[in-house]
């Protein structure tokens, strides 16, 4: 079985600029997540989808990131100005369940922001 | 706010001997606990898992224990190898109309010495 894949897994920016990560979550996998994993710390849960519905977005800076999962498989998010403090890997995951099962990571996308 | 945290960043254990590696939560709420483990490089791997039904759950070479009473989760990693060596989380996983949202902690550094 095929595992998440993300893209691009890296990526350096000036901030300001604009910049998109893409997520195809495991077959059939109904649930999505996309967390900010800061250097040091443990990854931060940013949105949820189910199928391609918003679970939770309550720690998404929405002046800044916005998500979208348009057709309940492959998922973008944006962030649109970056700043420093947006230097972070981003990881995407997915679960076949609403929960309650456990996650599969991607690679996650290293993100740096000059 | 609630939280979930580790008391111990690093741990150094000898190859062979067991590890403990511990957790406190926060949120008395929180019904569905899961440890992963997450090498250099990579996303998070699912490791073993526990309700709150539950106050111990074995896998292979690996326990979890969950004291509701102290809300304080361990993972118990029996004769530690040099691969056994990643940064390891507990997460918690809140459920408050249907779908269970995670909120990982800090994470723990495992350094297993040959």
């Known amino acids: 079985e095929a595992g998440v894949a993300q893209s691009p897994r890296y990526k350096i920016i000036e901030k300001r600029q604009s910049v998109a990560f893409w997520c195809n979550p495991i077959?059939?996998?109904?649930?999505l997540y996309w967390y900010q994993q800061i250097l040091g710390q443990g990854p931060k849960l940013l949105i949820q989808f189910q199928n391609n519905g918003v679970v939770d977005d309550s720690q998404l800076p929405k002046d800044r990131f916005s998500a979208e999962r348009l057709k309940g498989v492959d998922s973008t998010l944006k962030i649109q100005p970056a700043k420093l403090e947006d230097s972070a890997v981003y990881l995407c995951?997915?679960?076949?369940?609403?929960?309650?099962?456990?996650?599969?990571f991607g690679p996650g996308t290293r993100l740096t922001v000059l | 706010g609630e939280s979930v945290g580790l008391h111990l960043p690093t741990l150094s254990v000898q190859e062979g001997d067991n590890s403990i590696i511990n957790c406190a939560y926060s949120?008395?709420?929180?019904?569905?606990f899961i440890w992963y483990k997450q090498e250099s490089g990579k996303g998070p791997q699912f490791i073993i898992d526990i309700r709150s039904n539950m106050d111990k759950r074995q896998g292979q070479r690996v326990t979890v224990l969950l004291n509701k009473t102290v809300k304080h989760l361990s993972l118990q990693i029996a004769a530690t190898q040099p691969g056994d060596s990643a940064v390891y989380f507990c997460?918690?996983?809140?459920?408050?109309?249907?779908?269970?949202?995670?909120?990982f902690g800090r994470g723990t550094s495992l350094i297993v010495h040959p």
């Open positions: 997460a918690e996983n809140r459920n408050p109309g249907g779908s269970y949202i995670p909120t």
């Open positions: 077959s059939g996998h109904a649930t």
């Open positions: 949120n008395s709420a929180s019904d569905y």
């Open positions: 995951a997915s679960s076949s369940s609403w929960g309650g099962n456990e996650q599969f």
